[in-house]
């Protein structure tokens, strides 16, 4: 973990930043806080959403009292391509060459225009093969998030998507189960989601998915349903949500999207079973899901597996913020797993 550097996770809605370090296996918690993103800043390329953008985060630092002018970016899986490879162990420059063809495969765009970034997960030196992880972002994407945060003051030390900092949130600091099963992990977006398959034996996350579909849509169909407007849709997924009985049947107006949600995660559980041959023992969820009150029930309740919020368990250490973001720690996970690069 850097001490000379903190994250900001620059999501669709909202805009968080930690500054964290680790002492003796446990995160610390310096200071965090979350503030609203500037709107379409993802969808459209403008000097003003630039600008905007970079003084929401300026101000958000100056709130948190942050003095340090590093930072790590961390963006949505939905914006970038990834994919998790078995590959043989070849040399240097056979490898890049390997890695090219292998991303050209899964990149929807001409590969010039990314910028590709490789992490070695494994390295089974018996087998001679390694599990890499690949990441693509569109180069026009990067520049528009470095001028952001240089217009902010500050200065861009990497940027990585949510699915390497979660990765290794496991991999170096929550302690592994060792057990012959697999654990699912929702990554609940907002205009998309992602799930991860993590290995319980090795901590690893060794295969993942992004698909379109996020909290927007759900806020949309309670908007559309109910005629009410933005903020108003949020506030009812939020205290109402699948709760029984209530003032709205949220359960109804959204059963056909909720019902593609599970049948994503469904479909995963499959593949984990006929690919790796592991059973999956829960599904873990993070980032968006306390925006819908009950969501981790009424997923257990369609899947019939245990289903929990994503929490640092014993490895955060007990402080004021720490005890601040107990019933919203979950959607600081991408931000506070970035500290650790």
Known sequence: MADSLFCIDLNEKFTRISDANVSKNKIELITTGMIETTPSFFSVETEKNIENQASIISQLVSQLKIKKKSAG???????????ILQMPKLKEKELLSAI??????????????????LEI????????????????????????????????GLFP?????????????????????????????????????????LDNNSSLVVSARTF?????????????NLNIDDKKAQE??????FAKNSTYDLEIIVSSLYKELINEIHKFVLLT???????????????????????????????TL?????????????????????????????????NLQ
């Open 157 to 197: 030390e990497f940027l990585e998507n949510e699915l390497s900092t979660v990765g290794r949130l496991y991999s170096e600091i929550i302690p592994g189960e060792k057990k012959n099963s697999a654990s699912l992990i929702l990554n609940f977006g907002y205009s998309s989601s992602s799930i991860y398959l």
């Open 236 to 241: 009812v997924l939020k205290t109402i949500g």
């Open 73 to 83: 970016i961390i963006i949505p899986d939905g914006f970038t391509y990834s994919q």
């Open 306 to 338: 245990p289903v929990e919020s994503l929490t640092f368990k014993g490895s955060l250490a007990e402080n004021l913020v720490s005890q601040t973001l107990q019933t919203s720690i979950s959607s600081f996970i991408s931000v506070v797993g970035g």
């Open 121 to 152: 997960l494994r390295e089974d030196t018996k087998e001679k093969k390694l599990l890499i992880l690949i990441v693509a972002v569109p180069k026009k994407l990067v520049t528009q998030i470095e001028k952001t945060v240089e217009a902010a």
């Open 212 to 224: 379109k579909i996020g909290i927007d849509l759900f806020i949309k169909d309670i908007k559309v």
């Open 100 to 117: 090219r063809y292998q991303a050209d495969e899964f990149i929807p765009m001409p590969i010039e225009e990314t910028t590709l970034d």
């Open 273 to 303: 079973k006929d690919r790796f041959n592991l059973d999956v023992e829960k599904i873990i969820l993070f980032n968006h899901d306390n925006l819908i009150n009950l969501l981790s029930a009424k997923v257990q309740e369609s899947l």
